[in-house]
């Protein structure tokens, strides 16, 4: 079967599903709809036509996806080629000074963050981040966090903050922080 023929077959397919369609949102109660709604109908309709559609750019475009790939290589290739070169002169990782913790809870003054890397575990209690508290409560929305205040080792390290109210964990978050070493830049 040729190319032009197939063509023509999907081309009369689209053709009857949107006569077909059109049909049935103009006269529902004319048509055994089955058990099927109306809705039902037009959307299987516009998926057979959506279907047919693909079908006939296919035949349109037969060797994009090769195309495709062949693009994608040779930019991951280009743009390899010009980070390598000598232009690239640094690498900064910036690590903010402060984490930001959004908590938007209320507890109370007993609360405190613990703060838990690969190496160690750190609690700090909530009075010492000089909140103000009414009734034995703190009212806390965006906590800020001193990264200078958590132990770190030297590189990489994988974090995990939480707030602890009477024993539950009301808050969490996780966070990678790089430290250098003292003296690097």
């Known amino acids: 079967m040729g190319k032009r ?3 023509n077959r999907l081309m009369q397919r689209i053709d009857e599903s949107i006569k077909y369609k059109e049909l049935i949102m103009q006269y529902p109660d004319k048509f055994n709809l089955g058990d099927k709604t109306q809705k039902q109908w037009v959307e ?3 998926e057979e036509i959506n279907k047919n559609i693909r079908e006939l750019e296919k035949l349109r475009h037969p060797n994009a996806t090769p195309r495709l790939i062949l693009l994608a290589i040779l930019g991951a290739v280009f743009f390899t080629l010009f980070m390598i070169t000598p232009q690239v002169t640094t690498l900064t990782i910036h690590n903010p000074e402060k984490i930001f913790f959004a908590i938007n809870e209320t507890v109370s003054t007993e609360s405190y963050l613990l ?5 160690q575990e750190v609690q700090i209690p909530l009075k010492h981040f000089n909140l103000p508290s009414v009734n034995n409560k703190y009212q806390i929305g965006t906590l800020p966090i001193a990264i200078e205040e958590i132990p770190l080792e030297k590189g990489s390290n994988q974090i995990i903050i939480q707030l602890i109210d009477k024993g539950e964990v009301k808050e969490i978050i996780g ?11």
């Open 5 to 7: 023929s197939h063509a």
């Open 115 to 119: 703060i838990t890397s690969e190496q």
């Open 44 to 46: 299987l309709y516009d």
């Open 175 to 185: 966070y990678n922080i790089v430290k250098e070493a003292s003296g690097e830049s």
